[in-house]
Structures are given as structure tokens and as C-alpha cells.
């Protein structure tokens, strides 16, 4: 139960700041197709079931995600540039990692 608390504390602030970056990146053409909402769904969909596709819909292709992890049970790279590299990072390394979380 710590880790997934861990992880899901650490998560807070990235998704706030996705959340920041998505509605700036997306507010006059998308802004009513990507509601917090939406992101935020396709996330956890996108990492709950393996399916790293779905954060075409959250991240832009450049994007960077930086992470400034404070929990010891769990790593990240501090900074993860790109889409394709996140996905790998948040979904595809992180199912494989801690599958049963």
C-alpha cells in the first residue's frame, strides 16, 4: 500500500503540470475535446492497461516531462524527452516494473 501511495503522490504534481501544458498547448483549437478530464482519463487508461498509445492524446510529440521524485520505493528519470520516450517511461517500463501496482 506505501508504494502505490508513494507513487500516486509523486504523480500529483506531474499531472498538474500536464494538465498546465495540455490546456496551454491545446486551448484555442482542442480545448473542448481535451478537458482535464479527458487527459487525465487517457492517462490512467494509457498506464493501468499497458496501453501507451493512448497518451498520444496527453503529450505532444515534443514534449518533456520532468519529475522530481521524492519517494524511495519507486525511480524515474528526472527528465524524459519526447512522447514516444515517455510513454516508455510512464507506461511500458512502469507495467513491467511494478506490474501488480
Known sequence: MGIVLCVYAAFIPVMHELLRFNNWMHHMSLSSLLTPE?????????????????????????????INNSCSNITFPAVTQ????????????????????
Do not use: C, M, W
Open 38 to 66: 479527458v487527459v487525465l482519463r487517457d492517462y490512467f487508461h494509457a498506464k493501468d492497461e499497458n496501453r501507451p498509445y493512448l497518451l498520444e492524446r496527453v503529450f505532444t510529440s515534443d514534449a518533456s516531462l520532468h
Open 82 to 101: 519526447g512522447r514516444g520516450s515517455i510513454a516508455d517511461t510512464l507506461v511500458t517500463q512502469f507495467n513491467k516494473t511494478y506490474e501488480n501496482i
